[in-house]
Every structure is written in structure tokens, then in C-alpha cells.
């Protein structure tokens, strides 16, 4: 994981994920945010990847996350054609 990654850059949390790593070492990881589930690649610009350059329009509280409508279950697929 990058040094400049100690925050998620969508809501804050300080618990980041190590998802993946590139296939060549040290270009990139893949990291997720263990409370809003963002995910995003190293490599991206800053207003993907660090918090004080994210959109605020986009950035989530703790209050929004609470608060978010669930996502409904996707049901299962139906008998095959």
C-alpha cells in the first residue's frame, strides 16, 4: 500500500483493504474502504485517490451512510432458455 493512502478519499474511514496489486511490482494496488466499499487504483489521479482533492459533492459522512437506502437483493436468475 502507498504511503499517501491513510484515509479513504469518499468518506474518511482510516481502515483501508489491500485488494490487488499490479502485475508488474509497485505500479499500482487496489484498495477498498472498509466502511463505504470504494474501491480505487493508486495509480488514479488525486481527486480519486486523496481525500482533500475528492469532490466534496461526492464525499459521504458517517450521518450519510447511516442513513443511504439499502440496495435491494438482486433476485436469482431464472431457468435457462
Known amino acids: ?6 484515509c479513504c478519499p469518499r468518506c474518511a474511514h482510516p481502515t483501508l483493504e489491500h485488494l490487488f496489486a499490479s502485475p508488474v511490482p509497485g505500479v499500482w494496488d487496489v484498495l477498498q474502504c472498509a466502511r463505504c466499499l470504494y474501491c480505487w487504483r493508486t495509480g488514479e489521479p488525486d481527486r480519486r485517490t486523496r481525500r ?17 437506502p439499502e440496495v435491494p437483493v438482486v433476485p436469482p436468475l431464472g431457468p435457462s432458455a
Open 1 to 6: 500500500m502507498t504511503d499517501a493512502a491513510t
Open 52 to 68: 482533500d482533492a475528492y469532490p466534496e459533492s461526492f464525499r459521504l459522512t458517517v450521518d450519510d451512510l447511516d442513513h443511504a
